[in-house]
């Protein structure tokens, strides 16, 4: 069955970076595209971010454009999102999804 496994998140401060991972299974995934999503407390999901199955059209939210790099390796069925200049609005849970499949999350907090 499908996977997901997400981490790398963390307590920040305002300005640092994060790397997440999300490590998945269970679909053909050189073949499939994968967004990052959110989900800040007491608020809805949020997307956040769009890969290709080859990697080269990202796409982003514009609340996060310029600051976050989403990137895969299909050789590990991995993708990652780097997080820089992080804010507190960044504030959430973050999953990776696939066809809405989700795992877990990770937490990341941006806080002084």
């Known amino acids: 069955q499908v996977q997901l496994v997400e981490s790398g998140g963390g307590l920040v401060q305002p300005g640092d970076s994060l790397r997440l991972s999300c490590v998945t299974s269970g679909f053909p995934f050189s073949m499939s595209p994968l967004n990052w999503v959110r989900q800040a407390p007491g608020k809805g999901l949020e997307w956040v971010s769009f890969i290709d199955p080859s990697g080269t059209m990202p796409k982003y939210a514009d609340s996060v454009k310029g600051r976050f790099t989403v990137s895969r390796n299909n050789a590990k069925n991995t993708i990652t999102l780097q997080m820089n200049s992080l804010k507190p609005e960044d504030t959430a849970v973050y999953y990776c999804?696939?066809?809405?499949?989700r795992g877990q999350g990770t937490q990341v907090t941006v806080s002084s």
């Open positions: 999804d696939y066809e809405s499949a």
